[in-house]
């Protein structure tokens, strides 16, 4: 009796995980689909004028604070993959290590930032290059590998479930997801220039 109430349990715990994941994917999608749709860039549906002037400045300031909280970090894991002997040191060679880290990143972004025309292409490749994973595949995995671990044997319609998102949702998505979001990049290419063009904004826009 007590196995059949854990692995009621159990059940019911991977329902929630797959429900959660699903409900977190589907709750953005939801004002647009009500309200209708806004710029890729929300700043762009704003009206000319001190409000849109005072969203840029706060985008600005939100961008350097960013990089600041978000940039370090990464920074220092790439230095302790890189150059483990100068991690956390206070040398000329750390610094150095850490500058040589800080240019390649910099230029990283600068270089996807040029090859990508708009900021709404960039969200649509990566959300499609890591949405359905973080969605349809690792809940699923997480299950599996959890099951083994602790030596649960997984039932047949857990297994279903699982197999389902793995093989099917999750491919499926990321494959027609990431054509198309190229399928965006290329047709703004067209339309606005190739990368690194540079291109006037007409008057009124």
Known sequence: QRSAQTNGIRRQRLLAVFGQSDGSHATPSTPPSIFGQIDGFLPDSLPEGPAKTLVGLLLTFHVAVSYLITGQPLHRAYHSSLFPSTVDAHTPAA???????????????????????????????????????????????????????????????????????????????????????????????????????????????
């Open 95 to 205: 610094a150095a290590h850490w500058f040589i880290i800080s240019i390649v990143q910099l230029t990283a972004g600068f270089f996807i930032a040029n090859a990508i025309p708009f900021f709404s292409d960039f969200q649509n490749l990566l959300g499609t290059l890591t949405g359905a994973p973080i969605v349809f595949g690792w809940p699923a995995f997480f299950f599996l590998r959890g099951s083994y671990i602790r030596g649960r044997r997984v039932r047949t319609s857990e297994l279903l479930l699982c197999g389902i998102f793995l093989f099917v949702f999750l491919p499926i998505f990321t494959v027609l997801g990431t054509i198309d979001a190229i399928k965006n990049i290329i047709t703004d290419w067209d339309a606005n220039g190739p990368p690194f063009g540079c291109n006037t904004v007409p008057e009124g826009r």
